[in-house]
């Protein structure tokens, strides 16, 4: 079974930039779409972005032109790098198997906290 293992996750101040990143306990970046999803309290998880197994990206409408996805396969490691962070940017951030394939067991997530 793939372990999954997020970190990175601080305070930032709003306009700032942080980078998260996802290690796999095996390499399913060349095998799978993954995808970064965050939690913010009292909210359902969400999709924030995927990367298919060729490198293919997708955002979510709210951190489209913000963030960016990319993967490093021979690390088995996925990485957020996300910019011009906002206080609704606030949550635990997951990674995880893409849309359409089943998910892996979740990680404990990294937490990111945006002040204003």
């Known amino acids: 079974q793939v372990q999954l293992v997020e970190s990175g996750g601080e305070l930032v101040q709003a306009g700032g930039s942080l980078r998260v990143s996802c290690v796999a306990s095996?390499?399913?970046?060349?095998?799978?779409?993954m995808a970064w999803y965050r939690q913010a309290p009292g909210k359902q998880r969400e999709f924030v972005a995927s990367i298919t197994r060729g490198g293919t990206t997708d955002y979510a409408e709210s951190v489209k032109g913000r963030f960016t996805i990319s993967s490093d396969n021979a690390k088995s490691t996925m990485y957020l790098l996300m910019n011009r962070l906002n206080p609704e940017d606030t949550g635990v951030y997951y990674c995880?198997?893409?849309?359409?394939?089943?998910?892996?067991?979740w990680g404990q997530g990294t937490q990111v906290t945006v002040s204003s």
């Open positions: 995880n198997a893409g849309f359409g394939y089943t998910y892996f067991p």
């Open positions: 095996r390499n399913v970046f060349s095998a799978i779409t």
